[in-house]
């Protein structure tokens, strides 16, 4: 039997799960097709890094490892749903979590002494940040909106804000000793083992990293941020704020970027308050409260400090003196600054453009916003879309084209897999990156507080890339752009190897072109308001960006994407969409028993992952994908979507239309009589039955519902309160 691997992940989409998983299973089996789960939340990763501390009872096997090899292989058919990609803060509520349920796991420790306690951090940091998607993606990513979601957006406009030629919203970044500029790269001339290691002044050489293999054609970087000069910028990027009377507002990606992106976020916050750390800030670090965790995790602290009320008055006055911050949430006093995975940048400015530019300021209403994106690798494709938008007005979503992206993200690549090579400096010195000969291949001086760190791409990826880049452009028919900026030095080893592999492959009468980002998002976007599509072909950073910014703009939303990951061994790994309003959407089952999550991205990631099955020669998979999809249409254009308040279809509902129209597609089909027969008398019940489904599924609406948890809700407890309909759930019964 084959079998389709569902992945349980965190929050809505997981919930999410226990309703539609049930229809999941039921359908594939009528197509002889296994649908297993492997746990690989935020939960799970930790239960499974610490069993020894636990009892044999409540041991679970290691999944994302698992995944991880199934991933290698050609049999692998990975449904991967949206993650938590865990913040400091999030760990450290999760593992409280844990602990209240009875599992004995470690606290997380934040200064350890000892090896014991060293060895418990180092799990955890394993676990925290991006720890999923590098593992499981052994692919490149080609991620689109398809025909039937972007013809309903057309139909159904979604709002838009209205851009003024006046707005004074912008992006700041450093533009220099960044990243971006201090940037060095090589390409190996064969397979070597490096090491990267630090050198005194006085000549003591510390070594950071050892044991690092590479391979023959990989591109391996490497850079620093410069501290004195982030603060200066920080300083001035508050003061402007304040000249200007625009919302104060900074986008790091703290989840992804987990050891580089707090440590920056530590900085914004020390910037905006500079005499509270000034007076405090001694106070504040004996008592392990770091302004890398955002400055709601200070605020919680500080009653259990002497001096605790002091530090509040001189964050109130701090807070009232500097520019008016962006707020998270207005009515509850959560800013900008208070939680490092709060405002992730590849979702926080698409919803910023897409709202005249603004933010939510202190008095729960939009303001013009200055941007801060420190690292200046990116920041220029925002500015480049907001300075559209100032001279042309918002977009039009019944009329803009759409901007599909083929990414390179395979075997950790670029700045994603960076996280066990980034360090913060304690000491002046210089940071050598050697190969096994003992030959320094990339160096770079540095000061205590700088932010170092490594990138490795390795060269089969790239050649995928190129390849996935071609053929989409072949069967689209449409222009291809790699984003790439001759003027970085990473870059300029990707655009050599972009060109001599492109030369494998035939692009007679194919667009393909390389520009630099800034001058890319201009094209993209000029064609946009044109009704015109552009392929973008990035790296791995600009491959999230762009999956959220143009789907937000032409769709409202990046999670009724369709991302599909051809591994390069011959499996599929099918990604569904993003989850960056999860949290919101739990809070609300949690207080009114209303779940407003959208799952199209599993039913788009699902139909693919059954026309998979059916390359591998089972044609009654091939069946339940095309009858999916029009099932799929169907939805959106009868308007069975989530809705987005109490008494109307939620995600519970939306499941039994989706499953109901399945039915009725796999009914009528004619390509299997059999699969057809079967699922008449399912496709009957169902109609027959909805009125009465709809109203079991309503009727629990309104009321607290008890989960068991967040982070790991009871199963029990989730699985009655998301599948409250027992006249659906005995239907979907008869197909077992």
Known sequence: MATIIYTLTDEAPMLATYSFLPVVQAFASSAGVDVETRDISLAGRILAVFPEYLTPEQRTGDALTELGQLATTPEANIIKLP???????????????????????????????TDAERDVRARYDKVKGSAVNPVLREGNSDRRAPAAVKNYARNHPHSMGAWSSGSRTNVSTMGADDFRSNEQSVVLSGDDTLAIRHVAADGTTTTLREGLTVLEGEVVDATVMRAASLDAFLRE??????????LFSVHLKATMMKVSDPIIFGHVVRAFLPDVFERFGADLEAAGLSPNNGLGGILDGLSALPNGAEIKAAIDRGLADGPRLAMVNSDKGITNLHVPSDVIVDASMPAMIRTSGHMWG??????????????????????????????????????????????????????????????????????????????VLMAHDVEAGDIWRACQTKDAPIRDWVKLAVTRARASQTPAVFWLDDSRAHDRNLIAKVETYLADHDTEGLDIRVLSPVEAARLSVERIRRGEDTISVTGNVLRDYNTDLFPILELGTSAKMLSVVPLMNGGGLFETGAGGSAPKHVQQLVQENYLRWDSLGEFLALAESFRHEATNGNARAGVLGEALDRATERLLNENKSPARRVGQIDNRGSHFWLARYWAEELAQQTDDPELASRFTSVSEQLVAHAETIDTELIAVQGSPADIGGYYRPDGAKAAAVMRPSATFNRILATLG
């Open 83 to 113: 993650n938590v990609s865990a913040s400091m803060p999030q760990l450290k509520a999760a593992v409280a979590e844990l602990q209240g349920q009875g599992f004995a796991v470690p606290d997380y420790p934040d200064d350890p002494q």
């Open 237 to 246: 990027q508050v003061a402007r704020a304040k000249a200007e009377d625009v």
């Open 362 to 439: 202190p008095d729960g209403e939009e303001h013009d916003t200055l941007a801060v994106i420190p690292d200046s690798s990116y920041a220029g494709v925002y500015q480049a879309v907001i300075e559209d938008c100032r001279a042309h007005g918002a977009f039009d979503p019944r009329t803009m084209g759409s901007v599909p992206n083929v990414g390179l993200m395979a075997q950790k690549a670029e700045e994603y897999g960076s996280h066990d090579k980034t360090f913060e400096m304690t000491d002046a010195g210089r940071v050598e990156v050697v190969d096994a000969a003992g030959e």
